[in-house]
């Protein structure tokens, strides 16, 4: 297929397709920040979790590479420790597998890239109902596997060999699998075919890296129900990593490709192509000589180059996996009418040409373009973007006492040498969200045990100074709530008078709301490090663990919305605020009290963006119920908590809500 247009218009519309693909993408900047966020958070986790729990976990998915559109999701892999897989019976003298459970992956009743996998000790497996007995051997099932460990909560679906999920907002695909620590000797031609692409440095970290057993068997096996299926996901985010930004925003083109364009109108059953296939058209374009030139001037024609691979794979109803070619990964669902239809689409879209691409609506979008906007102002867009960033993966979930403290000396051991960078920033950030884990942790410590009390008054109190010494304003909230919840009344106000004058400051950054008219001041924020301007202009959503108990108002929410399997409950910080004011002056001045409670109201009426998010407004409408049900106002309090029923079901607190409006009714009954 040759071009209609002369060079020149060519590469003219190379250049707009590719700098619409740095609005929607990121810069490399922007990419290599969102990779490191994650990276870091996962080994700290990693480093933490390691002595405490029986398994390991792997990450990866479109976020894991770097993208965030609407519906990029999260993989995690979870394997067991004292489970590995291996490739033959002579791998089984090697020195590191002398411990633990060993299965050998038996491939020769399966397709490719398909097996099932033998137990060399069948009588020290305890659960009899995982295996089954073929070909004179023992083999574990893939189907009881999935049914044993994966075990589906509250909005969740098996899909696939994963459990599919929505967790803090975010997609995530959950897999229960096994890991092999050898590169699979069906896929020994990985290396000799990847002359071009990637470098051998990168090609040797992959086939030193570990692959995973998934439990899922090959639809036209003869053994489905108990087949397992190589994983290379974690090859595939190091292929990934190692693309430039051209090439990775090519991948991102044909990913929105796939999903507004060859999909579109489609019902799920009805797609053949997925994500896993464009990846994989990806892989192997750059791995055909692509790699040479997909440059900002070539990058219409290296998108024209994978699109009409894939039309190719379609029309020969054959995708060869990237890593074993012999496992054709169209084979089940490409074919009869469903190809034809398929083809006839992907002819229709051959048929217009590469300039296709500019009758798309996300490449006809008019917005200013990212370039010219960032030779205006570098501050705004990278500002916002780590805001969000840091807000949702740079915390770590909730971990018990002991792990806490071990993270704590983790951090402190290896801490990062660019003291600046993002890995510093995650640290620092980790280490005060652990400090304030361990601060409350304490306190319910002490009460539970009083023989043991001295000294964790004193050790707890020690703790949440830090925290605020080190931490943002959302920090400083957070010790104004220990205050309150030892009964320092003075002292809660005293830090939260100051909290309030720091929030009010115009270069403080809320729920990633950045005032253009004062973004010159961010950057002349006290201290202009990378790490103080987060820390000093950055206002984060206050993070309650619902396994933590932090003060007796909120105790009903968080075990509503623990039982509704949800691990956190997100609160907007001068909500938390006026809501911790009202209490402390409830027990010195009754006057001050009724003052932060219409201040609390009015707050929950005005259109301050910058103090509000309609992501948490469940809470918020609730967090003023409460304190108007306290103190007396009974149908205002109902109002409100009618209110926080009418939001999205963010916090899962809504059994909450109904138990506190029977109460309120109850009450009212009374009177």
Not at 58 to 75: C, H, L, P, Q, V
């Amino acid at each position: 297929m040759s071009f209609n247009s002369p060079l020149r218009d060519e590469e003219l519309i190379s250049k707009q397709v590719f700098e619409r693909m740095v609005d929607i993408v990121g810069t490399s900047h922007i990419v290599a920040n969102r990779r490191e966020i994650m990276s870091m958070t996962e080994v700290l986790n990693r480093s933490a979790i390691k002595y405490d729990v029986p398994f390991r976990i792997a990450t990866s998915g479109s976020m894991g590479e770097g993208f965030r559109f609407e519906e990029s999701d999260m993989d995690v892999m979870e394997y067991p420790d004292g489970f590995q897989v291996i490739w033959d019976h002579s791998q089984n003298q090697h020195k590191s597998f002398s411990e633990g459970e060993i299965f050998v992956f038996d491939g020769s009743h399966s397709p490719p890239g398909y097996g099932l996998l033998q137990i060399l000790s069948p009588e020290e497996l305890n659960s009899s109902k995982l295996l089954f007995v073929k070909y004179g051997n023992s083999y574990l099932s893939s189907t009881f596997w999935k049914k044993t460990f994966l075990n589906p909560i509250l909005g969740s679906r098996i899909h696939g060999p994963c459990i599919s999920s929505n967790l803090e907002c975010l997609d995530f695909d959950y897999a229960e699998c096994l890991i092999s620590r050898c590169w699979p000797p069906m896929a020994s031609t990985f290396l000799s075919r990847c002359q071009l692409w990637p470098n051998p440095q990168t090609l040797q970290d992959i086939v030193n890296k570990e692959c995973h057993l998934v439990p899922i068997g090959h639809k036209l096996g003869n053994h489905e129900e108990e087949e397992w299926m190589i994983s290379f996901s974690l090859a595939e985010k190091a292929l990934v990593y190692s693309m430039n930004h051209s090439q990775f925003l090519l991948y991102g083109l044909m990913k929105l490709f796939l999903k507004e364009i060859i999909n579109k109108g489609l019902d799920e059953e009805e797609e053949i192509l997925c994500s896993y296939h464009i990846k994989t058209a990806i892989f192997w374009t750059l791995l055909q000589g692509s790699s040479l030139e997909c440059c900002q001037r070539k990058f219409l024609k290296c998108f024209w180059v994978c699109f009409k691979l894939v039309t190719k794979w379609v029309y020969e109803g054959v995708c060869p996996n990237f890593f074993i070619p012999e496992n054709n990964m169209l084979l089940t669902k490409c074919h009869g009418s469903a190809q034809r239809k398929l083809f006839c689409r992907l002819n229709a879209i051959y048929d217009v040409g590469p300039t296709c691409i500019l009758n798309w609506l996300s490449m006809q979008d008019r917005s200013p373009s990212l370039y010219s906007y960032l030779r205006g102002n570098t501050n705004d867009l990278y500002i916002k973007e780590l805001y969000n960033e840091l807000a949702v993966f740079a915390l770590p979930r909730y971990l018990n006492f002991q792990t806490c403290v071990r993270m704590l000396k983790s951090i402190v051991k290896s801490a990062p040498s660019n003291r600046d960078g993002i890995s510093a920033l995650v640290a620092r950030m980790t280490y005060v969200s652990m400090l304030q884990h361990v601060a409350f942790q304490l306190l319910s410590l002490k009460k539970e045990d009083y023989t043991r009390d001295n000294n964790f008054d004193e050790l707890s109190c020690l703790a949440i100074m830090q925290t605020a010494k080190l931490g943002s304003v959302s920090d400083l909230i957070f010790r104004a709530m220990y205050s309150y919840r030892v009964k320092k009344y003075p002292e809660a106000l005293f830090i939260l008078k100051m909290a309030k004058v720091w929030l009010k400051q115009p270069y403080m950054i809320h729920f990633g709301y950045l005032d253009t008219e004062y973004s010159s001041e961010i950057a002349a924020c006290p201290g202009n490090s990378l790490l103080e301007v987060v820390i000093k202009s950055f206002v984060f959503s206050i993070k309650l663990e619902n396994p933590i108990f932090y003060i007796d108002e909120l105790f009903t929410e968080q075990e509503h919305s623990r039982k509704n399997h949800w691990s956190t409950i997100f609160i907007p910080p001068f909500v938390l605020l006026l809501m911790l004011e009202f209490l402390c002056y409830r027990h010195v001045d009754t006057q001050r009290a009724q003052h932060a409670l219409d201040e609390l109201f009015d707050l929950m009426h005005s259109n301050q963006d910058s103090y509000l998010t309609s992501v948490f407004q469940d809470i918020s409408w609730q967090i003023l119920g409460i304190c108007q049900e306290m103190a007396g106002n009974l149908k205002v309090a109902l109002y409100a908590y009618m209110n926080s029923l009418e939001e999205p079901i963010v916090n899962r607190i809504r059994s909450a809500t109904l138990q506190r409006i029977q109460s309120v009714k109850r009450r009212m009954c009374r009177i």
